[in-house]
T-cell receptor, first 113, second 111 residues
């Protein structure tokens, strides 16, 4: 059973701080990694995706991937109250099913004003 | 506008009834997916489709039927609804190896 694990939280950080969200996955064949943000009552919205080891930055967001450790993280710099949401980590199903995603249960982030 | 739309947004029905949830995308994406989202389980894949007339089961397919006669449409049918199928249903689409994009969801309650 392929799995994606996330701490459910809530992760509480003060406004302006760095929020660090973590995710581990079980399938070593996974090649694509995604972070989605989901506000309460809304649909998941893609924030970042990363395919290669290392860091990928987009504005206040940085995705980090370590395939050897099967670990992917999302850093949110200068956190804002509007960043309060659930963050879903998703991993593709490996080379035989690269179009399918396996989702973690999500980490709830709370940014305190 | 291009995008992915789901209908209805909300639906209340009774056990034993047939219910169809609609999904339409304008991107001409090859792949389409149906998920359900429940507290404590995250997003679980029900069915997916790689192209018109090609569908396959996901993680939780029992009690659901899908079809895909046209690339842009991917309806999900609950043939005889049960209370355990009360959930939020999301449709998504993508091209191979590209991120999936989600519709706004259908909140389904079965009484």
């Amino acid at each position: 059973q392929k799995e994606v694990e996330q701490n459910s939280g809530p992760l509480s950080v003060p406004e302006g701080a760095i929020a660090s969200l973590n995710c581990t996955y079980s399938d070593r064949g996974s090649q694509s990694f995604f972070w989605y943000r989901q506000y309460s009552g809304k649909s998941p919205e893609l924030i970042m995706f990363i395919y290669s080891n290392g860091d990928k930055e987009d504005g206040r967001f940085t995705a980090q991937l370590n395939k050897a450790s099967q670990y992917v993280s999302l850093l949110i710099r200068d956190s804002q109250p509007s960043d309060s949401a659930t963050y879903l980590c998703a991993v593709n199903g490996g080379p035989d099913s690269s179009y399918k995603l396996i989702f973690g249960s999500g980490t709830r982030l709370l940014v305190r004003p | 506008d291009a995008g992915i739309t789901q209908s209805p947004r909300y639906k209340i029905t009774e056990t034993g009834r047939q219910v169809t949830l609609m999904c339409h995308q304008t991107w001409s994406h090859s792949y389409m997916f149906w998920y359900r989202q429940d507290l404590g389980h995250g997003l679980r894949l029900i069915y997916y489709s790689a192209a018109a007339d090609i569908t396959d089961k996901g993680e939780v397919p029992d009690g659901y039927v899908v079809s895909r006669s046209k690339t842009e449409n991917f309806p999900l049918t609950l043939e005889s609804a049960t209370r355990s199928q009360t959930s939020v249903y999301f449709c998504a689409s993508s091209d191979r190896d590209l991120p999936q994009h989600f519709g706004d969801g259908t909140r389904l309650s079965i009484l």
